[in-house]
């Protein structure tokens, strides 16, 4: 009678080792599986930002050289406000290149090229209606990335 007692004790015993062992490699997988899905929105969070950031400040640059090219031109400075607009379009660039990588969403891919594509034209505006239209254009271009992105980085 005491072996029996002592082998269901040892039965017991074991069974509940891999029923705890169980438990905690589920809850460990579902640790990792959390801490991957923060990481991965907290780069796209990054990346986002980055990129919604770097094309204000193109779209800002571009904005200015249009005004240089036709309100206030000196050949002095048109080096400068060129240089400063093609180094705001290659961080742009760069942080789209970041957005790109990290996002699945053929779709959000397609409004953020798109979004810097008509910023790049922004400084072609023939005129001053034309140039008010493009700079409205494009603002809402950028707004409506950020709403877009929003959907990835939601907590």
């Known amino acids: 009678m005491e072996a029996i007692a002592s082998v269901i004790a040892v039965l017991g015993t074991l069974l509940g080792v891999a029923i705890t062992q169980r438990f905690q490699r589920r809850a460990l997988q579902r640790t990792e599986e959390f801490a991957r899905r923060e990481k ?9 930002s980055a990129y919604a950031g770097s094309l204000v400040n193109y779209r800002r640059s571009l904005v200015h050289r249009w005004f ?20 705001f379009r290659s961080q742009a660039q760069d ?9 699945d ?11 810097f594509e008509r910023i790049s034209l922004v400084h072609k505006a023939q005129g001053r209606d034309e ?23 939601a907590g």
């Open 40 to 48: 991965m929105r907290q780069e796209r969070l990054d990346a986002y």
């Open 68 to 87: 240089f090219e036709h309100e206030q031109r000196t050949d002095e400075e048109e080096v400068d406000v060129r240089r400063r607009a093609y180094d």
């Open 95 to 103: 942080a789209l290149f970041r957005v790109e990588m990290l996002t």
């Open 105 to 115: 969403d053929e779709g959000l891919i397609a409004q953020a090229r798109g979004a």
């Open 131 to 153: 140039m008010d239209a493009r700079r409205d254009e494009t603002r809402r271009e950028i707004d409506d990335f950020v709403k877009a992105a929003k959907a990835y980085v």
